[in-house]
């Protein structure tokens, strides 16, 4: 972004937005020396101070604060303006900045992101995984994924790879020391690996099986808030989980984990890219997409 010529600009506001010089030094990819010189110069030039500054915090000043809120906008323009004369390069350059679970990065990563940069190799890619659904206009995102019933519903969303289907399992070293269960209320004499959504409530296991439901509060010792970490906790025996069948295919095909209940087996709301709607659509962001709906690719 700071090759825009704009990076003054941009300084102000990704400080503004993260709260910080080393965060906003991340996202520009700058050095906190190089991005603090910046605004240093800017303020020189207008002759006020711009962000009040501790050891400990950053913020706006009321000059700060009137200047970000005319020249967001400005700079916003400005910046649309210049990917939309991008565009007509025909062959995207720059950054797709994407937000998303570490599972749906999983699942696009091999078939979509390493092909997408093999098929256009101006392009740079940066995905950061976190659990919880952000804000990804406030956050500098061109789009995120996630699955569909979480996405907003001012965004524009692109449905891909179908519903998601999940599967009870264990280690064989964990069958080897109970018997495996026949009925979901079975599961309540085992130990479970408990799952916890980001808002800090524990997942309740969902079944469903010729339209009879349930939803079991299994029990457990351990809980866990990362599928990766309830996949490797399987693993080595120390439970039955409830996973997403595309995060462990590797594993069950090599007999690691095996599933059990599958005739309860149930599906929910598939992947989901979603962006915010913009009058011309970014060119990396449109190949990207057109990518994702290739047959095959997810």
């Known amino acids: 972004m700071h090759k825009s010529g704009l990076i003054e600009l941009e300084v102000v506001l990704a400080v503004a937005r993260l709260g910080g010089f080393r965060a906003a030094a991340r996202e520009l990819g700058m050095s906190s020396t190089a991005l603090s010189r910046a605004l240093a110069v800017l303020e020189e030039r207008l002759g006020v101070r711009l962000f009040n500054r501790t050891t400990r915090s950053v913020a706006l000043t009321e000059a700060g ?35 998303c679970s570490v599972g749906a990065a999983r699942a696009i990563l091999a078939p979509v992101v390493l092909e997408y940069l093999r098929r256009f190799p101006a392009m740079n890619v940066d995905i950061v995984t976190e659990a919880h659904f952000v804000d990804i206009v406030g956050k500098g995102f061109d789009a995120g994924i996630r699955t569909a019933d979480a996405v907003p519903r001012d965004m524009i969303a692109v449905p891909f790879g179908g519903p998601l289907s999940f599967s009870v399992v264990a280690a064989p070293s964990y069958f080897s020391r109970h018997k495996k269960p026949r009925s979901p209320q079975q599961l309540m004499s085992h130990e479970c690996i408990r799952a916890r959504w980001p808002s800090g409530a524990l997942y309740r296991w969902e079944f469903e099986r010729r339209g009879e439901k349930l939803a079991l509060d299994v029990p457990g010792v351990l809980t866990l808030d990362d599928p990766s970490l309830m996949r490797d906790a399987a693993i ?17 095909a090599a007999g690691r984990l095996v599933p059990v209940l599958k005739d309860w087996t149930v599906t929910s709301a598939g992947l989901c890219l979603y962006y915010p709607n913009r009058r011309n659509l970014p060119a990396a962001l449109r190949a990207f997409i057109e990518l994702l709906r290739e047959p095959g690719h997810v």
Do not use: C, H
Not at 85 to 95: A, K, S
Not at 236 to 252: E, H, I, R, T
């Open 236 to 252: 080595a025996g120390a439970g039955v989980a409830y996973l997403w069948d595309a995060a462990m295919k590797d594993d069950l």
């Open 65 to 99: 604060e009137q200047f970000v809120a005319v020249v967001g906008p400005a700079l916003s323009a400005i910046q649309q303006a210049m990917v939309a004369v991008n565009d007509r390069r025909g062959t995207p350059v720059g950054t797709l900045r994407l937000n």
